[in-house]
Nanobody, 124 residues
Framework: VQLQASGGGLVQTGGSLRVSCTASGGTFRTFNMAWFRQAPAKEREFVAAIHRSGGTSYADSVKTRFTISRDNRRSMASLQMNSLNPEDTAIYYC???????????????????WGQGTKFTVSS
């Protein structure tokens, strides 16, 4: 399974951005999908996940601002990000796993496949 993330760039504080992850080489509808991020000099952290059943999970820091979705026909998972602030600046990685329940999807070790990451910067 290969994951290709896209949609990075530069956005101003308060702005919006959408990042997407396209999967190939597997049966996308059977995968749980997630986004993690890694800011400079920080550990990688969970952002959002969507179970293959459609259930979603979010980090507390983003749950009122970000929305994760999936399009099984296009083998794509997306993250719509609103009300961005400089603390959201990071490299965003998409991840996929063929197993797992929703409660486990915030854990990075739950994921077998990772994309290369897409970077965006929120300017103040």
């Amino acid at each position: 399974v290969q994951l290709q993330a896209s949609g990075g760039g530069l956005v101003q504080t308060g702005g919006s951005l959408r990042v997407s992850c396209t999967a190939s080489g597997g049966t996308f509808r059977t995968f749980n999908m997630a986004w993690f991020r890694q800011a400079p000099a920080k550990e990688r952290e969970f952002v959002a996940a969507i179970h293959r059943s459609g259930g979603t999970s979010y980090a507390d820091s983003v749950k009122t601002r970000f929305t994760i979705s999936r399009d099984n026909r296009r083998s794509m998972a997306s993250l719509q990000m609103n009300s961005l602030n400089p603390e959201d600046t990071a490299i965003y990685y998409c991840a996929a796993s063929p197993t797992g329940v929703l409660s486990s999807l915030a854990l990075s070790h739950s994921y077998a496949y990772w994309g290369q990451g897409t970077k965006f910067t929120v300017s103040s």
